[in-house]
């Protein structure tokens, strides 16, 4: 639930941040366009529905001229819940993460925007951004009659593609399926689904941002988080829709959670944005605010500078092992990536980070540029930022 909110405050911040960035880098707010949201009312009847029984539902900017054949579909992130009383808060998360009922319109930006500068390779797509209500990552199916949870995720995939393929999506040219942070885990779980419900007539791709959740101990040496994903993949009823060549040999199946797992068999092409410091893993995975996180952490965590030299070799070390678990350098159309080492988590409908904050940029090319080349065959497609020290990469020092 902690992700939920971080995730929030992500959303928040964007506009402080651009108002604040120096004249030189300023983008105009007027940029940003807000979409209204869209439900499927009719998904219900078929179990696809949130976390508290309300519908699905989604934001659409429509695609024109060269743009309306071709579609972009962006999953929400916000963390998972694992426990029944964390999906309970959910259906009360003033973002929506659980519920409809909550969700306001959506500014669009980063890839999801509409100005040709700032977004060039995708701004007259239909861009798609689905709503992320079920707590696991669209992979759930079950149900709780007693706390009246519906734990149906994979149904509300299923349901919001069908939606999109009834506008259109099933004559798509060029479709890239993507996500961030939890969404950024859906697009992986689910990207040769996503292609299955296209003919070959579509060239489909994926791309992950953010969503490569490394498996490995923490500081104290305990696998707590794959203990975490054991949960919610109880919990949410998700083992049959976890990708089943990984689920056959896999054990425990959980551990099908995890990309380095997954993507070995995803037989789509897929595109990896991701920093090896990714603040969110290193809040989460690395150095989790369980047990008695020693102070000295606390610091390190919430500011980088403060960090002793051990701290940044343990850190150093979670990068190794992140790019360790990378698919591995050579097939870059199959397999593209972009890892920086900047200290942030979720890039992509971030403007500053998607293509206009110099930080961001490795081997100086934009995510953007990264991305649309990697789509467009324009280029070999797998960038990896070679300094292999965290990286402040805009005005924050914080590791969330
Ligand atoms: C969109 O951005 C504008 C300008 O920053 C802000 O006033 C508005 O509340 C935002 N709308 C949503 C739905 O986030
Ligand atoms: C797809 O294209 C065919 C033939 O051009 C057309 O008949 C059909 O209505 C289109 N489907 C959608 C969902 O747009
Ligand atoms: C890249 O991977 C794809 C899918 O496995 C394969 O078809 C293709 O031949 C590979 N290309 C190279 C150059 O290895
Ligand atoms: C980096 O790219 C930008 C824009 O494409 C260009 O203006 C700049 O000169 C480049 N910098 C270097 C060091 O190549």
């Not at 499927?40 to 429509?62: E, M, Q, T």
Request: proline share 4%.
């Amino acid at each position: 639930m902690v992700g939920a909110r971080m995730y929030g405050r992500l959303y928040t911040i964007v506009p402080i941040l651009i108002l604040l960035t120096p004249v030189g880098l300023a983008v105009d707010i007027t940029h940003f366009k807000t979409v209204a949201l869209t439900l499927i009312p009719s998904a219900v009847k078929n179990g696809a529905v949130c976390l508290d029984g309300s519908p699905p539902a989604y934001h659409i900017d429509r695609g024109v001229g060269d743009g309306a054949n071709n579609w972009l579909v962006f999953l929400e992130g916000g963390g998972w819940c694992d426990t029944t009383e964390n999906c309970l808060d959910r259906t009360k998360d003033k973002e929506g993460l659980g519920s409809s009922k909550i969700m306001q319109a959506k500014n669009f930006t980063g890839i999801l925007g509409h100005d040709q500068k700032l977004n060039p390779d995708f701004y007259i797509w239909n861009r798609v951004f689905v709503r992320y209500c079920d707590g696991a990552s669209f992979t759930g199916n079950s149900f709780d009659p007693v706390n009246k949870l519906y734990y149906k995720g994979a149904n509300v995939f299923n349901a919001i593609v069908e939606d999109l393929l009834g506008k259109g999506m099933r004559n798509a040219t060029n479709a890239l399926f993507m996500g961030c942070s939890a969404g950024g885990l859906a697009a992986i779980l689910n990207c040769d689904r996503f292609r299955s419900f296209l003919t070959e007539h579509t060239n489909v791709k994926c791309a992950s941002d953010a969503g490569y959740f490394l498996h490995t101990k923490d500081i104290f040496g305990e696998y707590h988080y794959a203990n975490f994903y054991n949960r919610i993949v109880n919990l949410h009823g998700s083992i049959k829709n976890l990708p089943k060549a990984c689920t056959s040999t896999m054990r425990p199946r959980s551990l099908c959670l995890f990309p380095q797992n997954i993507v070995p068999h995803i037989e789509t092409p897929l595109f990896l944005i991701n920093s090896a410091y990714d603040g969110n893993q290193i809040n989460k995975i690395l150095a989790p605010s369980i047990d008695d996180l020693p102070q000295s952490w606390k610091r390190c965590k919430f500011d980088i500078t403060t960090c002793s030299q051990d701290q940044i070799d343990i850190l150093k070390g979670f990068r190794s092992e992140f790019l360790h678990a990378l698919p591995k350098l050579g097939n870059g159309s199959f397999r593209g990536m972009f890892i920086s080492s900047c200290l942030t988590h979720c890039q992509t409908q971030v403007q500053l980070n998607w293509d206009s904050d110099p930080g961001f940029r490795i081997e100086n090319m934009t995510m953007a540029e990264a991305l649309g080349n990697w789509f467009y065959g324009r280029s070999s497609g797998q960038i990896v930022d070679d300094n292999d020290v965290p990286k402040v990469c805009s005005s924050s020092t914080t590791l969330l």
